[in-house]
DNA sequence: TTATAAATAAAAACCTTTTTCATTTACGGA
DNA sequence: TCCGTAAATGAAAAAGGTTTTTATTTATAA
């Protein structure tokens, strides 16, 4: 894993402030995903003043730069966690306690059963979907 | 594809009301993806009094109901879509005009291109995840 | 050291979704 | 068919997460 943040924040213009610095920090030791409001309350224990919007807007610069990314919950709200794997990958969320593990594969209705057999943990659900741009669309789009 | 909403509703142990009718009605024909406002609008111009609190609610209660499908959008709001499948399966969907087209496989990687090849449509992301309880969790839920 | 653009705090605004509650409606049973 | 009752609805307000605005502060390149 690579620690030298400033580095970071300079590949992505971006100014490397303390504030910036610290949420790369926090984000980084967790094996879970976390919300805005989340990384605010740590943040709040290292800084006297901190603005939720200043969570809001970094992380959001963070995720574009494709440094962390993005997660999707059943709730609908917005989460973020640091991969620890470069490559195209997938996770596997608990909805309950946020932990994420990183997966390899990509197919997945083959593997729900030995998955399960092989953590301990219980498969609910699982998304696949995939956005892109229809036919129609391209005409004057992405 | 089954078009006795009445029996739909009283399977479900709803009441047939002349709005729920209509809100699958409009569902049914739906080649895209709508949200609660969409839905709304064309609700106003079949009722003269038709509140959007309506709309949601019912639109939750089909959902639960597995009549109609949430479907998840990167902008993180409401969205539902009448599926004509009924077996387990997936979605392309165009996040620029809401079209979905359904989908038999469950791999990805491996069919992306194929799939563009096929569709003239460009795919640019897609969602994998696997929702579930972990191992620790797992003691004292689902 | 200084100039400048970028980042921030604080407050308010925004917007989708949900709740509350009084009224109306569907519908099973008389 | 008529009633009684639980369910459904409309209107209004509230909720709650996220974003915008603006004045001030800060990082950093010259
Ligand atoms: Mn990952
Ligand atoms: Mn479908
Ligand atoms: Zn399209
Ligand atoms: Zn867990």
Redesign the pocket.
């Known amino acids: 894993m690579d620690t030298n943040y ?1 580095q970071t ?2 590949e992505l ?8 610095l610290a949420i790369l920090e926090i984000m980084a030791l967790k094996p879970v995903y976390v ?3 989340d990384v605010w309350q740590e943040m709040r224990m290292r ?1 006297k ?10 992380l ?2 963070l995720a574009s730069g494709g440094v962390i990314t993005k997660i999707i919950n059943p709730d ?4 973020y966690f640091f991969c620890q794997k470069k490559h195209h990958h997938h996770h596997f969320i608990c909805v309950f306690c946020h932990r994420i593990e990183e997966l390899d594969f990509c197919a997945i209705r083959e593997m729900e059963t030995e998955f399960e057999r092989k953590t301990g943990s219980k498969i609910l659900s699982h998304i696949i979907q995939i956005n892109g741009c229809c036919k129609k669309c391209r005409k004057g789009n992405p």
């Open positions: 400033f924040l300079k213009n971006l100014k490397a402030t303390p504030k910036r919300s805005p409001e800084f003043t901190i603005g939720l919007p200043t969570v809001y807007r970094n959001d610069e609908r709200q917005l989460y």
